[in-house]
């Protein structure tokens, strides 16, 4: 494939980008359980869900800056959608690594569990409770029902 500059471009990251994109447009609520080192696009892609939940060794990091990349899979937009223009605009340009405490602090994760098989737990728990409820919309649940 290639840019519109005639580059070659890489399939792998269009496909990716695709894929948050999709999530983004589901019309039910989405859940991310994330766990380790959170970097560049698989943090696009726990944004791309409606709920978040990790583990208390999650790391999140842009990286991007620091490897001389530029930002893709709709980052630039995720962010600022979760935690505002002027707080994403410094996680980005300085390049901060975030814990999870810093993390949920900021509204990049919903809850944070001790292990991966906890995090996974808690994401079935509220996801059960939702269908059993019928509290959900029929859309995505970042916007009003």
Known sequence: MTDPKGERSQPGLEILSEIVFTIRKLTVPTFAVIHGKVIGGGLALSLAADWRVCTEETTLNYGNLTRGMS?????????????????????????????ANDAKKLGLVNHIEESRHDA??????????LVSSQLFCHGPVSRAC
Do not use: F, W
């Open 71 to 99: 930002c893709i899979m709709n980052l630039s937009l995720a962010l600022p959608l979760t935690v505002g223009r002027a707080l994403a605009n410094q996680v980005y340009l300085e390049d901060t690594i975030l814990n």
């Open 120 to 129: 996974v737990t808690h994401a079935k728990r509220i996801a059960d409770s």
